[in-house]
């Protein structure tokens, strides 16, 4: 089945700062660990956590992501596939936002490690893609920001003593403006979103329900041995 797109009219919906974790992550390594891709929730989340090429650093729990990912899945930003014994998720950016894949990527890069200029963007895509020149990033970002459908990225303010204006995205709406560099804010706290917070009760009610069989089940395995399942065990530690 093909993946639906959104309609050049329709706007881009407001993601938080995991959710654009969880996707940058995905773009990502789907260019630089191909073999890999698409990821398991493990990988996803160790590349959520990298110290290297990520601003602000995190520290992402599987349930943290996993919501992230229900919540992007409600976007059909992402897919979900079963291989193996593991579920795995791709990334859908292309196709839904109906942009290049060197927007794509672009995009990505901005969403891992924030503002950037486009000498910084051109050296950070690298191993994603090789832009000729400044200028052909240039290019791909202006479409961005002049993008019929609502621009997705913004060309912030110079910063006093800069000599290159920054550019940020704005998938998770317009960027407060900060007079300290990228390098300002080394870790941060993660915001959720309501659906991640829904995904994750979700989460929690299921889990709530496994335990609750689990007892159910503890409870006959010990009716059936004659073992009281409340009895305190004997005290080794006495000699």
């Known amino acids: 089945m093909d993946t639906p797109s959104l309609p050049v009219s329709s706007s881009v919906p407001v993601l938080s700062l995991l959710e654009t974790r969880v996707l940058g ?65 791709e990334h859908n950016a292309a196709r839904v936002l109906h942009l290049p894949s060197q927007s794509v990527i672009l995009l990505a890069v901005l969403m891992l490690r924030g503002p950037q200029t486009a000498g910084e963007l051109r050296i950070a895509c690298d191993r994603m893609h090789n832009f000729a020149d400044i200028s052909s990033v240039e290019g791909f970002l202006d479409e961005l920001a002049e993008r019929p459908a609502g621009a997705l990225v913004l060309k912030l ?7 290159e204006s920054r550019w940020a995205h704005l998938l998770s709406g317009t960027p407060a403006e900060q007079a300290a560099g990228p390098e300002a804010a080394p ?20 889990l709530e329900g496994e335990v609750g069989a689990l007892r159910s089940m503890l409870v006959r395995v010990c009716a059936e041995l004659g073992i009281d399942p409340m009895a305190e065990p004997p005290d080794t530690a006495a000699r």
Do not use: W
């Open 25 to 89: 992550v995905l773009i990502e390594k789907q260019r630089t660990v191909p073999d890999s891709y698409p990821l398991t929730l493990n990988a996803l989340v160790a590349g959520c956590n990298q110290k290297t090429s990520r601003n602000p650093v995190l520290e992402v729990s599987d349930a943290q992501a996993q919501a992230a990912l229900d919540s992007l899945k409600g976007y059909h930003l992402v897919g979900e596939s079963s291989g193996g014994r593991t579920f795995r998720y």
């Open 157 to 163: 303010a110079r910063l006093p003593g800069a000599r």
């Open 187 to 206: 870790s941060a706290h993660v915001d959720m979103s309501l659906g991640e917070i829904g995904a994750l009760k979700a989460n929690v009610l299921r």
